[in-house]
């Protein structure tokens, strides 16, 4: 079964600093999607940032990119020039084989200070 | 356009009682997702319905079910309540059904079981 590790529960972060989450995952395929989710306080989740297992290439979005390394099975998230409104729950999360679910990991709650 | 809608956002229900949950997706998705959100257990997968038809399911007890209505409306239902299902129940809908379509999430069911 696939798992989903996120070591951090909790960070804080300046603003305007760089933080980065971490994620390691556990799986069997070759062929899969990585996640990160953000879930504000009491606001929906939206998704931040999506990787291709099969793509090299690290998916970037604005201030936010990731540090994909397949062969560790690690999944990193870096947020720069971080602002207030970055301070949520962040997840990650893996999908792949035929299925269609996600696995998430238990969230790293992410603080930005001013 | 309108966002993933869920009814109620708020429920009280009393053990061994069952109760109904309501996803409304976004206009055009036809892909609905369902998970459950514990402190302890994190985020869950349950079920996921494309024109309504279960694609997969999680790993929960046959209390829990669900369905899909000819317009992408989905509901979900438990039977028999248990305290340990009280938790924020999650539903997200897709245009397609499949990893690589984004997932949007509704803001979710407080169920409260006492």
């Known amino acids: 079964a696939q798992t989903v590790t996120q070591s951090q529960p909790e960070m804080s972060v300046q603003e305007a600093e760089t933080v980065t989450l971490s994620c390691t995952y556990d799986t069997s395929e070759s062929d899969y999607y990585l996640f990160w989710y953000k879930q504000p306080p009491s606001r929906q989740m939206i998704l931040v940032i999506r990787q291709e297992a099969y793509k090299q290439q690290n998916a970037t979005e604005n201030r936010f990119s990731v540090n994909f390394q397949k062969a560790a099975k690690s999944f990193s998230l870096k947020i720069s020039d971080s602002q207030l409104g970055d301070a949520a729950m962040y997840f990650c999360a893996y999908g792949g084989g035929s299925n269609y679910k996600l696995t998430f990991g238990k969230g790293t709650l992410l603080t930005v200070n001013p | 356009k309108a966002g993933v809608t869920q009814t109620p956002r708020y429920l009280i229900k009393t053990r061994g009682q069952q109760v109904t949950l309501s996803c409304s997706p976004i206009s055009g998705h036809r892909s609905v997702s369902w998970y459950q959100q514990t402190p302890g257990q994190g985020l869950q997968f349950l079920f996921e319905?494309?024109?309504?038809?279960?694609?997969n399911k999680g790993n929960f007890p046959g209390r829990f079910s669900g369905r899909q209505f000819s317009n992408s409306r989905s509901e979900m239902n438990v039977s028999t309540l248990e305290l340990g299902d009280s938790a924020l129940y999650l539903c997200?809908?897709?245009f397609g059904s499949g990893l690589n379509y984004e997932q949007y999430f509704g803001p979710g069911t407080r169920l409260t079981v006492t």
């Open positions: 997200a809908s897709s």
């Open positions: 319905y494309f024109s309504e038809t279960q694609r």
